[in-house]
């Protein structure tokens, strides 16, 4: 992806975000029992508060990681040089958070949730709303597609696996995309 003409494209937000749950990834190796301290849990949530953030930063091993951070390094870096970091970070959040909400509504109460794919999804909704043009390459298909379509792919695709919290896929793309109409719709507002 070309960022020439964008604005920072360093993308330091997106960097320790990467690095902060490579961390944790070491860490719950380490400490097995962190995933249930750190993981949310829809039966037990208002009592640890801090799990509709800190799973977030938990995952289930390295495909888990490579697949959630991957994603978020290529579509973050892009979001964050088109809407800035405080952007990129408010869309990741509250996606995230927004996904976990509505993981908490619709999981089975003794499930628990671990990862960033809900984030994740958030960054690539937003993307979809600014860039609705954008093409990505997704091996294994051999030309470029439509990021919504890679998009919609990769939810039913990770969404109908056992043991995926859909929930908090839909939860994030739902607030991404909204979020993205939003800032484009500014962004609009900006230039006339």
Do not use: C
Not at 21 to 39: F, H, K, Q, V
């Amino acid at each position: 992806m070309d960022y020439r003409g964008q604005r920072n494209t360093t993308a330091y937000s997106v960097l320790i975000l990467i690095a902060a749950s490579a961390l944790m990834l070491i860490a719950t190796l380490a400490r097995g029992d962190l995933i249930y301290r750190l993981g949310l849990q829809p039966a037990t949530w208002r009592e640890t508060p801090w799990t509709i953030v800190t799973n977030l930063f938990i995952h289930g091993g390295i495909w888990h990681i490579a697949s959630n951070m991957l994603t978020l390094y290529f579509f973050g870096t892009f979001l964050s040089a088109l809407v800035g970091e405080a952007r990129f970070l408010s869309i990741y959040f509250t996606g995230g958070i927004a996904g976990n909400l509505v993981f908490i509504l619709f999981a089975p109460a003794n499930s628990i949730a671990i990862g960033a794919s809900g984030a994740v999804f958030a960054v690539g909704g937003a993307l979809v709303m600014m860039k609705p043009k954008l093409r990505v390459t997704v091996f294994p298909i051999p030309a470029p597609i439509p990021l919504w379509v890679a998009l919609l792919g990769g939810f039913v695709i990770v969404s109908i696996l056992p043991g995926i919290a859909w929930q908090a896929h839909l939860g994030g793309v739902v607030i991404g995309l909204i979020m993205g109409y939003l800032f484009r719709k500014q962004q609009r507002l900006v230039l006339f």
